[in-house]
């Protein structure tokens, strides 16, 4: 028979998102954060999309890159994360998350070329998707993934002018990418950020700030707080109970903005509703006129 444990938060190492336009300053962001979280630069290594692009903050400190190119497989990324923590860094930014999903020979890529039904070929390649994310998340290292976020330029008030100001929509990843992250911090074209989801209860309810080391810092002595892991046992844990009333305001909320609100709000919930949020806002998304012919939702 399974037993209850008190619960207690351990000692853990930060999986984290940058999203923002091109621009905005998610590299360098990143790159800052990550020095304050080991305090070492050659301790960080950086799997690079971009054609180089991470070089050209080598001026900061003496950190490792990896350039890899197309096609962008989730196993080619899975492959670069397993090198980071074999080699010992303490610390490995994804820059960009996006490519893995959008990018030449990325998950969208490989879907299309598969014939057949759609839904049937989306049976095929989640689970690449899925062991990649598993990848990130059970690696004993920090990590920081960067996601390209959709444009749209908006009119601004600026000194007294209408000027146009570029913005941020979604991220270019799967819908649900940023459940994933223990930390989500959208970055604007001032280079800003707000926090879009945060399980440490850091940044919640906090004005804009510029990211950098002694942010890292402050999310390093978040993840020292805790008591040191200890490896599960068979038998011991046990899923707690979900109380059904927040089960209720889950199904309750009309849109997403309402559920990101819940879902922000509710930290001591977020890891055991995960999936309900999931669950929820993919029915929100989903339109009754999307249906086509076949019963397949666009």
């Not at 020979?105 to 057949?116: E, K, R, T, V």
């Not at 909320?253 to 609100?261: A, H, N, Y």
Request: net charge negative.
């Amino acid at each position: 028979m399974k037993q209850f444990r008190k619960a207690e938060r351990n000692l853990c190492k930060i999986k984290m998102a940058l999203q923002g336009s091109s621009g905005s300053g998610k590299s360098y962001s990143a790159l800052l954060l990550a020095y304050g979280l080991t305090k070492d630069w050659s301790k960080i290594a950086v799997i690079d999309t971009e054609n180089g692009s991470a070089n050209l903050y080598s001026d900061l400190g003496e950190y490792s890159v990896l350039s890899i190119a197309p096609p962008f497989t989730p196993e080619l990324f899975g492959e670069a994360i397993d090198l980071a923590v074999n080699n010992g860094f303490e610390c490995l930014i994804i820059d960009s998350l996006s490519a893995e999903w959008n990018g030449q020979g990325g998950i969208l890529d490989i879907h299309s070329n598969i014939p057949g039904n759609s839904f049937t070929a989306w049976g095929k390649v989640t689970p690449r998707h899925n062991a990649f994310v598993q990848k990130i998340l059970q690696s004993n290292i920090h990590v920081i993934g960067t996601m390209r976020s959709k444009t749209d330029y908006v009119i601004s008030e600026r000194d007294g002018k209408q000027v146009p100001e570029k913005i941020g929509l979604k991220a270019v990843q799967r819908e649900d990418a940023e459940y994933e992250f223990t930390l989500v911090f959208e970055i604007n074209m001032r280079h800003l950020a707000s926090v879009s989801k945060d399980r440490t209860g850091l940044f919640i309810n906090k004005p804009e700030l510029k990211l950098s080391s002694e942010v890292g810092e402050i999310i390093s002595e978040w993840c020292s707080s805790g008591k040191p892991l200890v490896p599960a046992v068979a038998n011991v844990i046990a899923e707690q109970p979900k109380p059904d009333d927040f089960g209720v305001r889950i199904s309750a909320c009309k849109s997403v903005d309402e559920l990101i609100e819940l879902f922000n709000a509710n930290v001591e919930h977020q890891e055991t509703y995960k999936q309900d949020f999931i669950t929820r806002k993919n029915q929100i998304n989903v339109k009754p006129n999307s249906f086509l012919s076949n019963g397949i939702h666009s």
